[in-house]
Structure formats: structure tokens, C-alpha cells
T-cell receptor
Framework: AQSVSQHNHHVILSEAASLELGCNYS??????LFWYVQYPGQHLQLLLK??????LVKGIKGFEAEFIKSKFSFNLRKPSVQWSDTAEYFC???????????FGAGTTVTVRA | DTAVSQTPKYLVTQMGNDKSIKCEQN?????MYWYKQDSKKFLKIMFS???????INETVPNRFSPKSPDKAHLNLHINSLELGDSAVYFC????????????FGPGTRLTVT
């Protein structure tokens, strides 16, 4: 089974600052990788996903993530955050033939205006 | 139109009661899931059905019983509710392969007093 580690529990930054959230997983084989976002009081929404191909993936709302296979990492980035990016961010992993999606513990991002 | 809907949104009940949460998706997806999100926002898979067949059954007390009457519905029945069952329960659905993203419902906040 896979496990997912998100390094930052709570990140606080000002508008226009750059954001990087770490995600590492433990699984030796091929994986599908996802970043989900949960805005306050809302359901989880997909930001981006990686299955294969270009390891730099672009998602919605200006987010991108880079898959580094040698580091078992899939870090999320945004060059300039807005107040509306305040949310909980979850990294998730599954094996290509496994419906079970393993989530990290989440990172709370607070953007101050 | 809401893609994945859950009822009720809030559920407050006393210990020992039996309650059900309903989930419906209108996306034509084959696979549906139940997740539990605890007070620390950690998300854990509980059950999954694919075409009405149970495919994931995590280590969950047998007081929890999922039922899928058809592909578009997945209900969760909980017997003899305990304080520790207080959490937010999310339903999700996806197309029939593990690599497809999961679409989440708005969640049901269950409070057991």
C-alpha cells in the first residue's frame, strides 16, 4: 500500500508570494498522482493530476506540479498566490490498477491580503 | 446540476442511534466511494463500489454498512453510533478505472453527542 507525506502542516503567506507544497510518497512502482483542494466549507476539487509523460503538470487556477521519480515527490507550486487560494491542499496517490486513493494529511494554506 | 450530492448535509444524533447518509451521482460513473474526514482533516477511504460490486472494504467497524442499489447511488448506514464516529463523510465517484479523477460530494457532517 502507498503512503503519502505532506511536509507542511500550515503555511501562511501574503498575497503575491510564491507557494510550494511538498508531497512525497512511498511506493516502488508506477503511480497516479493527484492534488486536490478543499476551499473553506466546500468539497474537494481536483487541481491537477499526473499519470505519465511530461513530469511538469499544469492545473487549474495557475497551479503546477512537478513529478520527480527519483525523489518520489510531487510538489505543488504557484508563482503568485491570491487571497482566494486560502484552502486545504491534499496530495493523493494510487497505483494504476488500484481504486484505493491514499491521501496525505493535508496542508492548510492561509493567504493574507 | 449537482454532480455528486449527499443528504443530509448535517446530522446531529445521540450515541446508540442508527443513521443513514445517502449519496447520488448524475455523472454516469461506474465507481463510488465513501471517505471519512476526521477532525484533523485526514481523509481515509472506507468503501468503494464498482458497478454495484464492493471492491474496497477497509478496516471499518461492522457497524458501518454500505449499500449500492444501483450505479448512481451509494448509501452508508451506521448502527449504534459512537462519539468517535463524529466526522465529515464524503461520497465520491469516478469513471471505471483507477486512473480517473474522483469527484467529491459536499460532505455530511455527523456529530454524535
Amino acid at each position: 500500500a502507498q503512503s503519502v507525506s505532506q511536509h507542511n502542516h500550515h503555511v501562511i503567506l501574503s498575497e503575491a508570494a510564491s507557494l510550494e507544497l511538498g508531497c512525497n510518497y512511498s511506493y516502488g512502482g508506477t503511480v497516479n498522482l493527484f492534488w486536490y483542494v478543499q476551499y473553506p466549507g466546500q468539497h474537494l476539487q481536483l487541481l491537477l493530476k499526473y499519470f505519465s509523460g511530461d513530469p511538469l503538470v499544469k492545473g487549474i487556477k495557475g497551479f503546477e506540479a512537478e513529478f520527480i521519480k527519483s525523489k518520489f515527490s510531487f510538489n505543488l507550486r504557484k508563482p503568485s498566490v491570491q487571497w482566494s487560494d486560502t484552502a486545504e491542499y491534499f496530495c493523493a496517490v494510487n497505483a494504476p490498477d488500484d481504486y484505493k486513493l491514499s491521501f496525505g494529511a493535508g496542508t492548510t494554506v492561509t493567504v493574507r491580503a | 446540476d449537482t454532480a455528486v450530492s449527499q443528504t443530509p448535509k448535517y446530522l446531529v444524533t445521540q450515541m446508540g442511534n442508527d443513521k443513514s447518509i445517502k449519496c447520488e451521482q448524475n455523472l454516469g460513473h461506474d465507481t463510488m466511494y465513501w471517505y471519512k474526514q476526521d477532525s484533523k482533516k485526514f481523509l481515509k477511504i472506507m468503501f468503494s463500489y464498482n458497478n454495484k460490486e464492493l471492491i474496497i472494504n477497509e478496516t471499518v467497524p461492522n457497524r458501518f454498512s454500505p449499500k449500492s442499489p444501483d450505479k448512481a447511488h451509494l448509501n452508508l448506514h451506521i448502527n449504534s453510533l459512537e462519539l468517535g464516529d463524529s466526522a465529515v463523510y464524503f461520497c465520491a465517484s469516478s469513471l471505471g478505472l483507477p486512473s480517473y479523477e474522483q469527484y467529491f460530494g459536499p460532505g455530511t457532517r455527523l456529530t454524535v453527542t
